[in-house]
């Protein structure tokens, strides 16, 4: 017999941890659809081809290939031709390729669906994971203007998940390579300071300094306390943020284009009401990945700064330079909700939900049988969602059914009850019990549903 098991890197829940996972997804997308954007989906699998053509490096050492047992007779030496997707921006970048010409532009996209990585295997990690992503895709050109929604809509969806207090922290590329420029630090090189740049939150100043006066680098000690000094700044507040920017001094071109369309981002992220406690300048953030061009956001937990980004992206020039000639710049942000899941439950911030069952209508003998069904028919027709118990047993077994599958209200109508056209309800989260008329049931139940729960 084969033991029953998961493979690792996968996360498998139990239905009111799902419960309480699908609601985060739910809560997600609702944000997203109240900002205007549409959904889509892409296949698992990709080919091969088209999946792997922005890969390279570490990325590509954990894709998974996907081979029929028929293929692998074949013993084929090349690449098979499907791969699963790792990400949801290489698909994104194919669709739009594909179906430029029946898209409205600028267009607005929202994806919630599994990737997959050869991740390995360690606590918190995950070979299969969602991840709820949106993106803006402009044909030619897209405005800056947008690369200031996105972090309201960031804002609005980590207020309605209620997880805790957060702060959007943002930088931006073309402040960053004006600034090196300004020290003499240009080409190749510009990337590869940026990406230790990027790991201070995780190395540390001392390591970071040590990698970027040594082999591969060898930058002096002036420049580097002024990379040094320059990742240091952080603003607190609205108007901080822009004498921060201010007392930055004069720049290259680049830097004050950057600058410019800082401050731009902070007077519409204003304008768009956002708290300001919620968004601030961070100028070590710079993203590893070389495509994006513009703004970059993270986005951390202020009691939880361990848990690190809990969603990420920014603004890139040309999404699917691979597949079409059009140039299409976009500005987007990936939230990756597996892992955020899991570390917020280790962490207590989420717990198990109560069923998304509202009520269990009891069956106490056979003759109930036939009211039982038509009483669960009539509060479905109501809006409630209901459960009804097929065969009669003891009703404390009832209760205790109710209460470990995590169902709030239980029905009962036992043959004095149904002589006075009454029903029983108990309220297993308050431990109370009450009677009330058949005919008012549904109402009663959509009202106490909604009450919060005040127990001792």
């Given at each position: 017999m084969i033991k029953p098991r998961t493979p690792t890197g996968v996360m498998e829940l139990l239905p009111r941890d799902q419960i309480a996972f699908q609601r985060m997804l739910d809560t997600i997308r609702q944000t997203f659809e109240r900002f205007g954007f549409l959904p889509v989906e892409t296949p698992v699998m990709e080919l091969s081809e088209v999946l792997l053509t922005k890969s390279g490096g570490e990325t590509e050492r954990q894709v998974y290939f996907v081979q029929s047992t028929g293929a692998l007779e074949k013993q084929n030496d090349g690449l098979p031709e499907l791969a699963l997707r790792f990400d949801l921006t290489v698909p994104l970048a194919r669709y739009v390729a594909e179906h430029e010409h029946e898209l409205a532009f600028p267009f607005r996209r929202y994806q919630m669906q599994r990737v997959y990585r050869g991740e390995r295997a360690q606590r918190g990690r995950f070979r299969e994971f969602y991840q709820c992503d949106i993106d803006v895709i402009g044909k030619d050109s897209l405005s800056p203007r947008f690369d200031a929604e996105i972090p309201a809509v960031i804002a609005a969806v980590f207020e309605r998940l209620a997880i805790g207090e957060f702060t959007i922290q943002f930088n931006h590329r073309k402040l960053l390579r004006g600034y090196f420029e300004g020290l003499g630090i240009i080409g190749a090189a510009q990337l590869l300071v940026l990406r230790e740049l990027d790991k201070l939150d995780k190395r540390g100043p001392d390591a970071v300094r040590d990698t970027l006066a040594g082999e591969g680098f060898?930058?002096?000690?002036?420049?580097?306390?002024?990379l040094m000094a320059f990742?240091?700044?952080?603003?607190?507040?609205?108007?901080?943020a822009l004498a921060?920017?201010?007392a930055l001094g004069a720049g290259t071109p680049l830097f004050d284009e950057g600058r410019?369309?800082?401050?731009?981002?902070?007077?519409q992220l204003k304008a768009l009401g956002v708290a300001e406690r919620r968004y601030a300048l961070n100028l070590s953030i710079a993203r590893g990945l070389d495509y994006y061009t513009g703004i970059v956001y993270e986005t951390t937990l202020d009691a939880y700064p361990q848990i690190g980004s809990i969603c990420s992206g920014g603004r890139y020039e040309n999404l699917a330079g691979h597949y079409t000639k059009s140039?299409?710049?976009?500005?987007?942000?990936?939230?990756?909700?597996?892992?955020?899941?899991?570390?917020l439950q280790e962490a207590g911030l989420v717990s198990t939900a109560d069923s998304s069952v509202d009520v269990l209508v009891a069956l106490?003998?056979?003759?109930?049988?036939?009211?039982?069904?038509?009483?669960?028919?009539?509060?479905r027709a109501a809006g409630l969602n209901v459960?009804?118990?097929?065969?009669?047993?003891?009703?404390?077994k009832q209760f205790q059914y109710a209460d470990k599958a995590g169902i709030r209200f239980v029905v009962m109508r036992g043959e004095d009850?149904?002589?006075?056209?009454?029903?029983?309800?108990?309220?297993l989260r308050r431990g109370e019990q009450f009677e009330v008329a058949e005919a008012e049931l549904a109402s009663v139940l959509r009202v106490e549903r909604e009450q919060p729960v005040r127990l001792g």
């Open positions: 060898g930058l002096g000690a002036e420049v580097i306390d002024k990742s240091q700044v952080r603003s607190h507040g609205h108007a901080d921060k920017l201010d410019d369309e800082l401050r731009a981002i902070l007077e140039k299409l710049p976009g500005v987007g942000i990936s939230i990756g909700l597996t892992r955020l899941f899991y570390q106490l003998d056979e003759a109930g049988l036939a009211h039982a069904l038509a009483l669960s028919q009539r509060l459960e009804t118990q097929l065969e009669p047993r003891k009703l404390a009850e149904a002589a006075r056209g009454v029903v029983t309800v108990k309220d």
